[in-house]
């Protein structure tokens, strides 16, 4: 056996060890050592092995699966650029709190610096978001077996607290299995199929609780982040009497939440009874410029990560890390009244929204996203792309407690939504949807490729086809006085067959015309699958400024 194979063997059984349940291997030669042990784990039914061409939507799978699995799952690449095609994925992750484990293959120290072929310096190339661990080159002698074992125990305790991980593993050759003698000591680890090293976070009642004032008329709002963090505050809004605004991927332990809620935010102007005393912000909002707008005209109070906090705008007075109900001493009263408005002012709201979007013609984005959310299954799985799909829900659709919805709200970029709803599909085993628009679906339609004989996820990706960058429309860039420039700078229309596209992967495609068709597509997926449905986007900016007339309206009179 050759040093690199059985550093390889090595690695990949300790991972298995480890806890690590699925692995993304991109072709490569520099990492064929670990991907010969990866094929041989994935054949002995210790690991899921899925294999990707692209680096990026590779990585991006791997976090899907993370994110799913709730256990870091691994992707490995060859040296070079193939390395650099991963760092979407790490920022993504670094920034949504997901330990995602890249495991890059190296050209032997030697080569560096020599003009070899495909030689970079890749340590550490994804500081500061990724911790790196750095193996030594593998060598014939006796007592490396622990030191490799315990490297990457190092590396998945890491990933388990949430930070994504960089593993550079150097290989010399030869780098396949079938060259030189007996190793000189055993390779075997711990017994009982152990980990080299257990260790274990330090665990304590949270330090930094809520110690300050919290009026009766407090208006929550709750984004991306720690799902038990976010639930338990929650529960302290329940028993408070304060309403509820949550974006889509917030986890808010079954909370009673506000629909159209970001829609009131942005009339607050002409509603005094709906004005908070004080705004409590919980986890990371980014989607709605009605809590920007809130932010700054009311005492603003977070419930967040130290010391990265959230507060773009630098108003917050207090941030905390913990609120839960043995907190309600700091509540100064319950006002029944202040729920009662919200929930009446919520009400009037989304029977406005209701009537707006079944008059306009069909579809448009804030339609098809009410109607995605309504028609799913219990106890199914829903991705939102960036850009207008995840505002749309997160304007007009119902809270739906009895599904998972996830999005990219770490950096909230286009790359890799298809990857990563793939990812998630595959390892929640749920029946699973995803809502994303043209361009996203096209920024990673490589992550339709997938080689014979692999799992297929159960997944119905619908494409809300605008022909373009439908966001800007709503956006400054939008308004008449840009219209010469904007469709080529901008609104960037493609004109991509999208059913060739699919065909040419060998994806099924269905285009729904109605909703009708919307809703038969949308039962369990068997597979993968892809609705594509056709919108105008010329219509898009009148649309939302007419429902945000007719909700102020319907709201406030």
């Known amino acids: 056996m050759n040093p690199s194979t059985a550093q390889a063997m090595v690695i990949i059984d300790e991972l298995v060890r480890n806890d690590v349940r699925d692995v993304v291997v991109c072709p490569g030669s520099r990492n064929a050592p670990l991907s010969v042990a990866l094929f041989e784990a994935d054949r002995a039914g210790r690991l899921r092995m899925h294999v990707r061409v692209d680096e990026r939507g590779a990585a991006f ?15 490995v690449c060859t040296s070079g650029t193939a390395v650099a095609n991963m760092h979407p994925a790490v920022l993504e992750a670094y920034h949504s709190g997901i330990g995602l484990v890249v495991i890059s293959a190296d050209r032997p120290p030697e080569l560096h610096g020599s003009g070899a072929n495909q030689t970079i310096d890749q340590r550490n190339l994804f500081a500061p978001a990724a911790i790196l661990v750095d193996f030594p080159v593998a060598e014939r002698r006796a ?55 257990t260790s274990a976070p330090a665990r304590s009642v949270a330090g930094s ?19 038990d963090r976010a639930a338990a505050a929650c529960q302290v809004a329940m028993r408070a009497g304060w309403p509820i605004i949550a974006e889509p991927v917030a986890h808010t332990g079954g ?31 980014t989607l709605s410029r009605g809590v920007r707008g809130l932010m700054g005209k009311a005492p603003v109070y977070g419930i967040g990560d130290h010391p990265q906090w959230t507060d773009p705008q630098y108003v917050a007075i207090h941030v905390r890390g913990w609120l839960d109900t043995t907190d309600l001493a700091y509540v100064q009263g319950h006002d029944p009244e202040w729920l009662m408005a919200w929930r009446t002012a919520a009400e009037r709201a989304a029977t406005a929204v209701d009537k707006v979007l079944e008059e306009e013609l069909w579809p448009s984005g804030m339609r098809v996203a009410r109607d995605v959310v309504n028609a799913l299954p219990p106890d199914s799985l829903l991705f939102l792309g960036s ?25 909230a970029g286009i790359d890799g939504n298809v990857s990563t709803a793939i990812g998630l599909a595959l390892g929640s085993g749920r029946p699973s949807y995803a809502l994303i628009g043209d361009l996203t679906f096209l920024h990673d339609s490589n992550g339709l490729l997938t080689g014979l004989g692999q799992r297929q996820p159960d997944l119905t990706i619908v494409v809300l086809n605008d022909d373009g960058g439908g966001i800007f429309s709503l956006l400054e860039q939008g308004a008449a006085q840009y219209r010469d420039s904007f469709e080529t700078v901008f609104g960037t229309p493609h004109g991509t067959d999208l059913r060739s596209l699919c065909d040419a992967h060998h994806v099924p495609y269905v285009l729904a015309e109605s909703p009708d068709q919307l809703r038969e597509a949308l039962s369990p997926p068997n597979g993968l699958k892809v609705c594509e449905v056709r919108a105008d986007r010329a219509r898009l900016r009148d649309l939302h400024a007419r429902m945000r007339a007719v909700v102020g309206d319907a709201v406030f009179g």
């Open 387 to 411: 850009s207008n799909p995840v505002r749309d829900v997160d304007l007009v659709a119902e809270t739906r407690t009895d599904i998972a919805i996830h999005a990219n709200r770490g950096v």
């Open 255 to 285: 909370a009673s939440v506000l629909r159209c809620g970001p829609l009131l935010l942005g009339l607050l102007d002409r509603a005094e009874d709906l004005r908070p005393e004080a705004v409590l912000v919980v986890g990371r909002p």
């Open 209 to 227: 609780r809520v110690d300050f004032p919290l009026p009766a008329r407090t208006l929550m709002v709750v984004g991306s982040g720690r799902t």
């Open 61 to 75: 799978l791997a976090m899907g699966l993370t994110r799913a699995t709730g256990r870091p799952a691994a992707v």
């Open 143 to 197: 007592g490396l077996n622990p030191v490799w074992r315990g490297l990457v125990c190092r590396a998945i305790a890491q990933a388990e607290s949430g930070r994504p991980v960089q593993i550079n593993v150097p290989f010399r050759e030869p780098l396949l299995p079938g060259f030189g003698g007996d190793w000189p000591e055993s390779l075997d680890g711990r017994p009982d199929n152990e980990r080299w090293t």
